[in-house]
T-cell receptor, first 112, second 112 residues
Framework: SQQGEEDPQALSIQEGENATMNCSYK?????LQWYRQNSGRGLVHLIL?????REKHSGRLRVTLDTSKKSSSLLITASRAADTASYFC????????????FGSGTQLTVLP | DAGITQSPRHKVTETGTPVTLRCHQT?????MYWYRQDPGHGLRLIHY???????DKGEVSDGYSVSRSKTEDFLLTLESATSSQTSVYFC???????????FGPGTRLTVL
């Protein structure tokens, strides 16, 4: 079963607006990562936030992590048509395993 | 794609035939992963490797085997392909296993 679940499954906004995607997970984590996938391509890493961090920024991206609620959010500000893609959260549960568990993703469409 | 190639990129095969997918990296990363991606399921881990000849099972390992005889190559074998293994397969690499993963371009496999 998947550790992370994104919400909403699909999101459509106008260029220039902000886009917010949420991720919930079930067990404790070492870190949480966000990835983007353009249609027909492999995933690209966006940002990693560790379990002892609450917020992280990278360019137009802002990620928050609330370990008490087992949830994270990804905010894309001033969206562009080129941001159209699927976005996935992935959790590292820590321990001896060195693997990520991915959610099913949010499909973001940014309309010009 | 961070020095990762996958071959073949597309393959159509028949039920019951063996299939081998290859992942090749030029980054000298220790960890390598095989995922499958299906609609509605995000990415699911099949097997991963934490060094030459060191591999472990993931969430959906039944019907798959892997081998890693060199740092740069990680092979995924379907011993006897079934229609349920029709999917897009992604290889990923990671330096430390706890950090970001870099993904290959994917292999689209169709089992008739």
């Amino acid at each position: 079963s998947q550790q992370g679940e994104e919400d909403p499954q699909a999101l459509s906004i106008q260029e220039g607006e902000n886009a917010t995607m949420n991720c919930s997970y079930k067990t404790s984590i070492n870190n949480l990562q966000w990835y983007r996938q353009n249609s027909g391509r492999g995933l690209v890493h966006l940002i990693l936030i560790r379990s002892n961090e609450r917020e992280k920024h990278s360019g137009r991206l802002r990620v928050t992590l609330d370990t008490s609620k087992k949830s994270s959010s990804l905010l894309i500000t001033a969206s562009r048509a080129a941001d159209t893609a699927s976005y996935f959260c992935a959790t590292d549960k820590g321990g001896s395993a060195r693997q990520l568990t991915f959610g099913s993703g949010t499909q973001l469409t940014v309309l010009p | 794609d961070a020095g990762i190639t996958q071959s073949p990129r597309h393959k159509v095969t028949e039920t019951g035939t063996p299939v081998t997918l290859r992942c090749h990296q030029t980054e000298n990363h220790r960890y390598m992963y095989w995922y499958r991606q299906d609609p509605g399921h995000g990415l699911r881990l099949i097997h991963y490797s934490y060094g030459v000849k060191d591999t472990d099972k993931g969430e959906v390992s039944d019907g798959y085997s892997v081998s890693r005889s060199k740092t740069e190559d990680f092979l995924l074998t379907l011993e006897s392909a079934t229609s349920s293994q029709t999917s897009v397969y992604f290889c990923a690499i990671s330096a430390g296993g706890r950090d970001e993963q870099f993904f290959g371009p994917g292999t689209r496999l169709t089992v008739l």
